[in-house]
Every structure is written in structure tokens, then in C-alpha cells.
């Protein structure tokens, strides 16, 4: 079998099969969080401009992402939130549930057990492990902490596609070796190390040290300039981070 350096989280299958880009996928969850908060604020209809604003990208690009999901809008109306809403669930798959096991309750793992935004988004924390026998019967949100040794167990048990990778750089590896033998086919990786899986199966890494990284060096690019003296040369400044990876790695 066939491995390849994880890359970004491929599409949901519906999204691949209407032919939608991938930018456009990455950007639709962002419209779905910005219409969820329209209608907690009993907003019925948006307009592409305010919808664009909230979202964080220009209209123009978000007119041609919903165009995608044949949702143009009513002329001098704009979007019927609900509608919007259950288009762009139905296009990522949220309209049915994801069972996901986190493997690794460090801080990190704990935290991401514990947050209550993932239910009203239809992924459900299925289980929880630990290579640390000590973690062992200790409970988190509600789930009790699972020996790695009945991993594979637990995944075909609750029918888990979706695993999380929250251990130390040395055991992320073999951990999503053993996801991807017992079924699991998408990982969500936030070990500081990149990960091999065989075609078919979806990385998305997040590195949170990168992100710092990158936000550094744009903070020091600001304090050079505002130090720059009007009608002098501009102070050179340092080169970008070089071959520093995006929050997520690149999508094939």
C-alpha cells in the first residue's frame, strides 16, 4: 500500500462529486458560523455584503462560493438564513453524526473533550484514550479515559471515521497507523510532527507553535515599521519564515 505525507482534509464526498474547489470548502464552514449567529439573533435574510463582513472574505468571493451549492439569492433580498444553513450542513456532511475519538488527554486533549461547540456541529465525542495507564477511569466531560490497548475496540464500536491525534511528536505516528488499520479514514492531527497515511485516508495538521511563529514574525515587520523615520530608506526586513507550513498543510 501507497503512503504519501498527510495533506489537508479532503472535501465530504457530496461536496467532490457537485465538483466544488477545495477553497471553497475550507470557506464554507465559515459561513455556516457566521449565518448560525445571524439566526441566534432572529436574522432571517442576509445580504451577500454583511454575510461577506461577518465572514472575514469580500462578497464578490463568497457570491461565487454559494453559487457553487446553487444558492444565488433573491435580488435586493439576500440569503434566507435557515435555507443557507441546512445547504451548507448538507454539502460538509454535518446534517448526520460523526463519532470521533481524541487519543491523547494531556491539556490539549482534555480541552478539546470539554468543548461544547462540537455537539451543535454534529461531531460527537465517541471516546477518549490515553497511553498512560495513570489516565486510565478518569473522566472528562462526562467520558471516561480508555486504555490505548483497546483502541481499535472502541473505533469499531462506535463506528469511528474521525480521529484525533493530541499525543507527543514520538507517538503520533504509530497512534494514527493504528486509527488508520482499525477504519479510520480522516485525522485531525495536532502533534508537532507530520504524518504518512495511505491514499484514501485525510490529514488536517494544526500546529499551533507555527501559528505563533508566523504571527511573531508580522508582529516584529510592525514594530520595524512603525520605528521607520519618514524620508529615510526603509530598514530591510527579515526574510518570511521559510518553508513554514499553513495552519494546515497544503491541500493536494
Request: charged share 20%.
Amino acid at each position: 500500500m501507497s503512503r504519501r505525507m498527510g495533506r489537508g482534509i479532503g472535501s465530504h464526498p457530496r461536496a467532490r462529486e457537485r465538483g466544488i474547489p477545495e477553497a471553497t470548502v475550507a470557506r464554507l464552514p465559515l459561513y455556516h458560523r457566521a449565518l448560525v449567529a445571524f439566526g441566534e439573533r432572529g436574522v432571517t435574510t442576509v445580504s451577500s455584503e454583511e454575510l461577506a463582513a461577518a465572514s472575514g472574505v469580500n462578497s464578490a468571493k463568497l457570491r461565487k462560493d454559494l453559487s457553487h451549492l446553487g444558492s444565488y439569492g433573491t435580488r435586493g433580498v439576500g440569503y434566507d438564513v435557515d435555507y443557507l444553513v441546512y445547504q451548507i450542513s448538507r454539502e460538509l456532511g454535518l446534517s448526520q453524526d460523526w463519532p470521533v475519538v481524541i487519543v491523547g488527554v494531556g491539556n490539549l486533549g482534555r480541552a478539546l473533550a470539554s468543548y461544547q461547540g462540537f455537539a451543535s456541529r454534529g461531531f460527537r465525542i465517541a471516546a477518549l484514550v490515553d497511553g498512560d495507564p495513570a489516565m486510565t477511569g478518569q473522566t472528562v466531560n462526562g467520558l471516561q479515559i480508555q486504555p490505548v490497548a483497546i483502541l481499535e475496540d472502541l473505533i469499531r464500536r462506535d463506528s469511528v471515521s474521525i480521529g484525533v491525534v493530541a499525543t507527543p511528536a514520538s507517538a503520533a505516528q504509530d497512534v494514527c497507523d493504528r486509527l488508520v488499520a482499525a477504519g479510520v479514514t480522516s485525522v485531525l492531527n495536532f502533534a508537532p510532527v507530520p504524518l504518512s497515511v495511505p491514499d484514501g485516508v485525510d490529514v488536517r495538521r494544526v500546529d499551533l507553535a507555527t501559528e505563533l511563529q508566523i504571527l511573531a514574525f508580522h508582529e516584529q515587520r510592525k514594530q520595524i515599521e512603525s520605528r521607520q523615520v519618514p524620508g529615510t530608506r526603509p530598514v530591510p526586513l527579515p526574510s518570511p519564515l521559510s518553508g513554514v507550513p499553513n495552519r494546515t498543510e497544503a491541500a493536494g
